[in-house]
């Protein structure tokens, strides 16, 4: 249904903004040929008495067949949609799903999420009822956030939108709805909420600021609803940047936008320069510029590809004036042709021709604003890339490792720019310089998100750590130059599978303890 469901959200917003020349006339087509290829295939999926299941040997499943309606209602408009296969997954789910009290159970195996949720926007009127009396019973005690979001959303449809319940579980800065389980399901919820406030008219232009601004490119479908619902709310007249979003639908670029205003307030900027640098593997989209720099409704004067007004073989831009008064904007795509290990943040600068002192910021397609990566812990925060660092790590690499413990995970913690691990000292191995008498006292190890698979590291288990921590007041930082290996316990040393990591582990302790560190 993935395949189906983003190309009709996309189409829906395209179509009713008319910004199909932003991402290419042709696109339209291409998008209507996906969902009527996933509408086919669906059908694979369903069962003679109207239901549809995950695998077809396998039960109905109330949350997918709910799901199904709902996208099929939307993609009504756009292809041929049989009205009985919608009608009779209709009937099947208040027939057989719906209890005396408003609930949809699930008969199958399949539920990432409550199916009276779903099945409560696509019901029949009786049924919606009993749904909506249901939910509105269950609101005041549910305790998650995602849960009372997309609940919230569900009365919305309704006129039934609890506001004092579902800002409970907004951020203080009433930004976006938070979950400890990390990013993407805060991204649903904060997209669950917009939804909700969207049919409510009562949107908080920052909630949907926010979830533009820290996440570039997400995949989940809700998210997307959000954006083509507020939209064609009317609320933005001009939605930047949205079809940033949606051309990823279709293949993988990015939107460059620049915001600009002179900070003089008597005049205008005279001729001025946009030096754009790009980020590495990606090309510009020449189609994009031309629009810009032709035609009687031009917003630049013309761009170059130069190498002598800038270092790297920037973008440059140039403007025949900018206002003081106004901000202005450009907007144009980049394309990855080679993916790199780890892609940094390229500068954009703007100055007058004649004077040249610039105003500087970055950009980057999954940090806002081209943050340098940080580890953060509470309100302090470090840098953590850059020259200093890296000369850092070089110096400490030329030595033996200068710590080694056994610790036991106590808690993990996933955050925006920074997962906090609390873990015990069981085994002090080799003990740093700074940091000393550590046995069975906790300290908090910091690593970067992206790092997250590499760490790997869970509660309750135990591993080797070795490194050449950077200590700041018993925080460690984890990176790419810390050694980590799962520390077996005594029973799965007995195995085959974790006997030689064991024996390697007792090898490399005894030579600790005898001879030190032995270099060559």
């Known amino acids: 249904m993935i395949g189906m469901t983003l190309p009709v959200i996309a189409t829906t917003y395209l179509d009713g903004t008319n910004q199909w020349e932003t991402v290419g006339f042709q696109r339209r087509n291409e998008a209507i040929q996906h969902i009527k290829t996933g509408y086919t295939r669906q059908l694979g999926y369903r069962?003679?008495?109207?239901?549809?299941?995950?695998?077809?040997?396998?039960a109905c499943s109330s949350w997918l067949t709910a799901y199904v309606v709902k996208v099929f209602a939307m993609a009504y408009d756009l292809v041929d949609i049989d009205n009985d296969v919608i009608c009779n997954a209709v009937k099947y789910l208040i027939l057989n799903t719906q209890q005396p009290d408003g609930m949809f159970r699930e008969l199958g195996n399949f539920c990432p999420?409550?199916?009276?949720?779903?099945?409560?926007?696509?019901?029949?009127?009786?049924?919606?009822?009993?749904?909506?009396?249901?939910?509105?019973?269950?609101?005041p005690s549910l305790t998650n956030p995602y849960a009372v979001a997309m609940t919230s959303y569900a009365l919305a449809n309704e006129n039934?939108?609890?506001?004092?319940?579902?800002?409970?579980?907004?951020?203080?800065?009433?930004?976006?709805?938070?979950?400890?389980?990390?990013?993407?399901?805060?991204?649903e919820a904060t997209a669950y909420a917009l939804l909700a406030l969207v049919k409510a008219k009562l949107l908080h232009i920052t909630a949907l600021s926010l979830l533009l601004a820290s996440h570039p490119v997400f995949l989940v479908t809700n998210n997307f609803q959000a954006?083509?619902?507020?939209?064609?709310?009317?609320?933005?007249?001009?939605?930047t940047n949205i079809f940033f979003f949606l051309t990823y639908l279709l293949y993988l670029s990015y939107s460059v936008y620049s915001l600009y205003r002179y900070k003089d307030k008597e005049r205008d900027a005279s001729m001025s320069v946009l030096d754009i640098?790009?980020?590495t593997g990606f090309t510009v989209n020449i189609t994009d510029l031309d629009l810009l720099s032709k035609g009687r409704a031009r917003i630049i004067s013309k761009y170059e590809m130069d190498t002598l007004l800038s270092e790297k073989g920037s973008l440059i831009i140039y403007l025949d004036k900018v206002s003081h008064t106004r901000p202005e904007e450009i907007s144009f795509r980049i394309h990855q042709k080679m993916k790199v290990g780890v892609l940094?943040?390229?500068?954009?600068?703007?100055?007058?021709?004649?004077?040249?002192?610039?105003?500087?910021k970055f950009y980057h397609p999954e940090r806002r604003a081209g943050q340098l990566k940080r580890l953060c812990r509470n309100d302090e925060c470090i840098c953590g890339e850059g020259k200093e660092e890296t000369q850092a790590v070089t110096q400490q690499c030329a030595t033996c490792f200068l710590s080694a413990y056994k610790v036991r995970v106590e808690n993990y913690t996933e955050g925006l720019s920074t997962d906090t691990y609390q873990v015990r000292i069981v085994n002090v191995i080799k003990e740093g310089?700074?940091?000393?008498?550590?046995?069975?006292?906790?300290?908090?190890?910091?690593?970067?998100?992206?790092?997250?698979?590499?760490v790997d590291m869970r509660k309750d288990k135990t591993y080797l750590i070795m490194g050449t921590f950077k200590d700041l007041e018993t925080i460690y930082m984890l990176g790419g130059r810390t050694w980590i290996e799962y520390w077996p316990t005594e029973e799965e040393c007995q195995d085959e599978e974790h006997r030689p990591t064991c024996l390697g582990i007792v090898e490399m302790i005894q030579q600790y303890s005898v001879s030190g560190c032995q270099q060559k």
């Open 47 to 58: 069962k003679p008495e109207g239901c549809f299941s995950v695998i077809t040997f396998r």
């Open 113 to 139: 999420l409550h199916p009276t949720w779903f099945s409560s926007l696509q019901s029949l009127p009786g049924s919606i009822d009993r749904a909506v009396a249901y939910l509105e019973k269950r609101l």
């Open 160 to 187: 039934k939108l609890n506001r004092e319940i579902l800002y409970k579980f907004v951020s203080p800065d009433l930004s976006h709805w938070p979950l400890p389980k990390g990013h993407v399901y805060t991204l």
């Open 227 to 239: 954006i083509e619902k507020f939209s064609k709310g009317g609320w933005v007249k001009n939605l």
């Open 277 to 279: 640098g790009l980020l």
């Open 344 to 360: 940094q943040p390229a500068a954009v600068s703007v100055y007058e021709y004649y004077d040249q002192k610039r105003c500087v």
């Open 433 to 454: 310089d700074l940091d000393v008498d550590l046995l069975g006292k906790v300290r908090t190890f910091l690593s970067h998100p992206h790092c997250r698979e590499a």
